[in-house]
């Protein structure tokens, strides 16, 4: 089971709109939509993270925020499109698609 609260903010000029939210947790989704969380997570290596990665932010560059959960581990992280490591950007992909589909719900 992995549980994240996800956030995406900046973007040019704010022109993006408001930040992206979500919350989402594994068990809650279909079964074939958890596990392919699951299987990001595991690619992204995010426990192998630090938090706050050394690398300056990029001008009008998103930002994203991580709190993960995962078998009882916890992690947060924030990263930056200049600060992005390698295998975390299909994850963020993910993310972003699903908090623009929740938001669209909601409405």
Do not use: C, N
């Amino acid at each position: 089971m992995v549980r994240i609260r996800f956030s995406r903010s900046g973007g040019f000029a704010g022109l993006q709109g408001p930040g992206q939210k979500l919350e989402v947790d594994s068990k809650e989704l279909p079964a074939e939509k958890g596990r392919e969380l699951e299987r990001l997570v595991a690619a992204a290596r995010l426990f192998d993270q630090p938090e706050k990665p050394a690398v300056a932010a990029v001008p009008d560059g998103f930002q994203y925020d991580l709190a993960i959960e995962d078998g009882g581990r916890r992690h947060s992280l924030r990263v930056s499109e200049g600060s992005i490591p390698p295998g975390l950007p299909p994850l963020l992909d993910w993310l972003t698609r699903a908090a623009r589909e929740a938001a669209g719900k909601k409405k």
